[in-house]
């Protein structure tokens, strides 16, 4: 079986498109997806460091948005001027990762994986504040995940120290940018695959463990 690590953030437009991709890759194949956090900006004065102010970022990230628009398959589900016109700064993706690492702990990965695509489809398409945790609370109960023991976990400094070790782990294989993937802890891909991009990967894949296995 192929492992595959997916380095995400939920702010990001670029892992919006992959996502369903590797969805239909691990129906197709025996793969298995991992999700690691990795979060471009921890707060607001981090998101002033890297764009010059908040205005700024939300312009600067919405240009994106139209990019990732013309490698969509559903490029409808892209709403740029529904969160142009929202009455918020762009929100960071750090408090969304901590949910999805406490859901991740108590259901799985593919709880993680869940709650990461609603987190998404809220962001990019409902245009909501994903840095609120009223929005997170309200997602996570639609998903079922709304409990005492979630809310428990999330005050745990075991979650802030699982999103920074997804980021050491990153670290490790020196990413820098996401969406990007690791296969079976040796390839890196820092780039949005196609799904025929995808399945040529894990076909490559096959064959070079099956070269090894014969060695």
């Not at 707060?43 to 312009?59: D, P």
């Amino acid at each position: 079986m192929t492992t595959i690590e997916f380095f995400h953030d939920a702010v990001c437009g670029w892992c919006y498109l992959l996502s369903p991709r590797l969805r239909k890759i691990a129906e197709k194949y025996p793969v298995r997806i991992v999700h690691r956090t990795f979060v471009l900006q921890h707060n607001e004065q981090e998101m002033i460091a890297r764009f010059g102010s908040l205005s700024n970022a939300k312009q600067e990230i919405l240009q994106h948005w139209k990019q990732c628009q013309l490698f969509s398959e559903n490029p409808e589900l892209i709403n740029v001027e529904r969160m142009r016109i929202a009455p918020f700064d762009y929100p960071t993706g750090y408090l969304a990762a901590l949910y999805a690492k406490a859901i991740e702990q108590l259901c799985g990965q593919q709880a993680h994986w869940d709650f990461f695509d609603a987190v998404q489809r809220a962001h990019l398409y409902e245009a909501r504040n994903i840095a609120d945790a009223q929005v997170l609370n309200e997602i996570a109960k639609a998903q079922g995940f709304v409990n005492a023991e979630l809310f428990t976990k999330l005050c745990s400094p075991c979650i802030k120290q699982a999103v920074m070790k997804d980021k050491l782990r990153a670290k490790d294989f020196g990413i820098h940018t996401i969406p990007s993937l690791v296969v079976n802890g040796k390839k890196v891909v820092s780039q949005t695959l196609s799904l025929a991009q995808l399945e040529q990967l894990i076909s490559t894949n096959e064959t070079d463990q099956y070269a090894e296995e014969k060695l």
